[in-house]
């Protein structure tokens, strides 16, 4: 499948519309096998999403081996994270963590200039690749650290940004940002830095619009572009019963029983009007949903492939299940010309 490909920013990096989310080739909540996770990325890659995913997090080095086993000698386009250095030594129950299957280290925190260079030439390794071409700061912000986010957000602006300039300054990267699953700190973050892109999980997507009204403009101001990550707001929006990786409350399950009362009134798959959803926006450069099996990419790709009706999206509106102000799609905005 031929995506229309996106700017990164003011930069030159383009990426696909659908790219891929690595996190599950790291283990995210169970296993996946070797063979099953190789064939998925193989397969997702050989059809047009070149744009990848993954952290250090994911499986504690695990996502990245896998990935570099993939990309190498290909022509990619490649995120990964930091903030995070990998201590050898196994924890206790990384499954704790969501990682049930991680490798034999202890992730710690480090938002400093010397955790960022150590970070990116540590991913490098792993990865057995020479280039990364995205940088993103992993989980920063209070969801993820509570009170003690000011100290590091204040060692992210004190030093670990000017790391992250460097390394774009000097070529080794083309772009900086945060991947980040709360959008608070994309736009405290706009104050501090020079961003190219925010990676926001779960906080734009058919379910939630909160962002329109401040990141997202602000974002448009500045050129900053939004890649949408966790479209499926972590497993609701595909058929899962989770939401923000735990137990959804009432009013978001009332919420999706009526979204899937108009999709099926257009017979409109409700992850396909997903993974549509926020690319209607300007920002947005792409949707990379994580996939763990070749099933999963099949359906992803299927739903990637569809025209949704313009009447849907104004049912949706007329409903009250889209902010006023959501662009929604006009023809498939995955085969779009490209901008």
């Not at 519309?17 to 050989?46: H, K």
């Not at 390794?125 to 280039?131: A, S, T, Y």
């Not at 000097?170 to 608070?184: H, P, Q, S």
């Not at 990676?199 to 997202?216: C, H, I, K, N, V």
Request: proline content about 7%.
């Amino acid at each position: 499948m031929n995506f229309a490909t996106r700017r990164i920013g003011r930069t030159d990096l383009r990426v696909p519309t659908l790219g891929f989310g690595g996190a599950p080739l790291g283990g995210l909540f169970a296993a996946v096998d070797e063979s099953d996770a190789l064939s998925t990325l193989q397969q997702a890659f050989a059809g047009g999403m070149t744009y990848v995913d993954t952290a250090p997090f994911y499986g504690f080095g695990l996502s990245e081996r896998r990935v570099g086993d993939v990309l190498r000698g290909q022509d990619y386009v490649l995120s990964t994270k930091v903030g995070r250095l990998l201590t050898p030594g196994a924890m206790d129950d990384p499954g704790a963590m969501g990682w049930p299957a991680a490798l034999p280290f202890t992730p710690d925190f480090d938002y400093s200039y010397d955790g960022i260079l150590r970070s990116f030439e540590d991913s490098l390794q792993r990865l057995g690749l020479d280039r990364i071409d995205i940088l993103y700061v992993h989980d920063i912000g209070e969801e993820t650290h509570g009170a003690g986010n000011a100290r590091h957000f204040g060692d992210l602006t004190s030093g670990g940004y000017r790391a992250l300039d460097e390394l774009r300054r000097d070529g080794r990267i083309t772009a900086i940002g945060l991947g980040v699953n709360e959008a608070a700190v994309c736009l405290a973050a706009l104050d501090h830095g020079d961003w190219d892109v925010f990676l926001l999980a779960g906080r734009y997507t058919l379910l939630e619009q909160a962002p329109l009204d401040d990141l997202l403009p602000a974002c448009a101001a500045r050129g900053v572009s939004i890649v949408v990550g966790g479209p499926f707001n972590s497993g609701i929006l595909v058929g899962g019963e989770t939401w923000n990786y735990g137990a959804a409350p009432a009013s978001i399950i009332e919420r999706v029983t009526r979204l899937k009362a108009t999709c099926a009134r257009f017979d409109v798959p409700l992850p396909a009007a997903a993974l549509h959803f926020p690319l209607a926006h300007p920002c947005v450069a792409a949707v990379i949903p994580g996939l763990r099996t070749p099933r999963e990419l099949a359906e992803a790709q299927a739903w990637a492939a569809l025209t949704i009706p313009a009447a849907f999206w104004e049912a949706l509106k007329a409903e009250d299940l889209l902010h006023p102000a959501a662009p929604t799609p006009t023809g498939n905005p995955f085969l779009e010309t490209s901008r």
